[in-house]
Structure formats: structure tokens, C-alpha cells
């Protein structure tokens, strides 16, 4: 995608309903890897770089990586300097092992073929924990968007059922896996977000589903 495309895909964190979703998936991934200020933070994926931001401004050094050059360009103009933009694939992440207190991934490894391989390299370079986010298939964000190879910015994407999932970490050196999901209701309307605060986020139901978990 073009830099206009990147500059319009953030624009729609400014929206009421795209700020409330990405506040929501923000705060389940940050409980979920238990980080401190100081700790190091990897974003595989990070397109824009709207959550490696909001992880920096929590006082994590972050660093975001994706494939696309424009994006990176996109995320390196918006800021801030502190944050380290690298250009790299995810199924071949250009870092040591346990280069990384945490790694994040947010519906980024949906787009990527062997997505198995993925999260190999994302387990390989986290020091302490993982938080990887996909597209639910047992949702109602895939039955609105994701049927029929996927509609707007969904087109394409690989939609997985939560023990799919789990599958990727199987022979892994990992430990404590957990799954948890946000967005019920993706509308976000008055419902919907009275809805996001009164159900559990260890259901298995919301449009984001995040398996996080320890490196052994």
C-alpha cells in the first residue's frame, strides 16, 4: 500500500469507533504482558505504528518492525524519535535470540504466509512474554467482514478459531498460555462498549483474539 493509504489507515484511530477499538485491544495487550517502564518492546507488523506508540508513551523503549517501506516511512515522520522503525519479515526477524523483554503482534500475522514460522521467530526473541493478536473466526467481525475472502482492509486476511491458535505453539519453548479476545460487538456503540466492560475477556467470542504466554 501507498503512503496515502498508510496515512488514512491511521486517521481512523482519530475516529470515536477506530480510537475505542484500539484503546480496548491496547489495554488487554498491555495487562497481558505484565511490562515495566524501561522494558524493551518489539511490534512485529506494526504497520502504522499506532500501538508501538502507545507502548512508548507507557515508557517502554519499542521498536516496530514491518515489510512495508511506505508504512515505515509513515511511522518514522509521525514519531516520536525515541521509537526504532525496522524494515523485516516476520517469519525471519533480524534479531538475536531474547533480543526483546516483550514481543507484540497486533492482526499483523494474519497477512502472513506461515504464520507457523512467525511465531516461531516471535517466541525465538522474547526474553519474557509474548502477546500475538489474530482475526477470530468465531466472531462477529468475521461474519460482518472476513466471509468471502474478506472485505476492505480485511481482504485477504487468515481468519483462525482460537484451538487453531494454539496449535502454532505446539514444540515451542513456551509455557502459561493463555487466550483472551476483545471486541464483541465491533459497531462501537453505546451497547457495544457497556458490553466490552460487563463480559470477560478470557471469552472466546471477540473480533481480536490474543494468545499471550511465557519463553522458557
Partial sequence: MGLMDATAYDAWYDTSRGRWIGTVEFRLLSGLLHAQPGDTLLDVGCGTGWFTRRFAEDGLRAA?????????????????????????????????DRSFDQVVSVAALCFVEDERRAVAEIVRVARRRFAIGWLNRTSLLYAQKGQGGGSGA???????????????????????LAVHSAIFLPAGNGMARTLERLLPH????GGLVVISGETE
Fill in 202 to 205: 478470557t471469552l472466546p467470542w
Fill in 154 to 176: 480485511y481482504h485477504g486476511a487468515h481468519w483462525h478459531r482460537p484451538n487453531e491458535l494454539l496449535d502454532f505453539f505446539s514444540g515451542l519453548p513456551v509455557r502459561r
Fill in 64 to 96: 516496530g518492525l514491518d515489510p512495508n517501506p511506505d508504512w515505515l516511512a509513515f511511522a518514522r515522520a509521525k514519531g516520536p524519535p525515541g521509537i526504532r522503525w525496522i524494515a523485516g519479515d516476520a517469519r525471519a526477524l533480524p534479531f538475536p
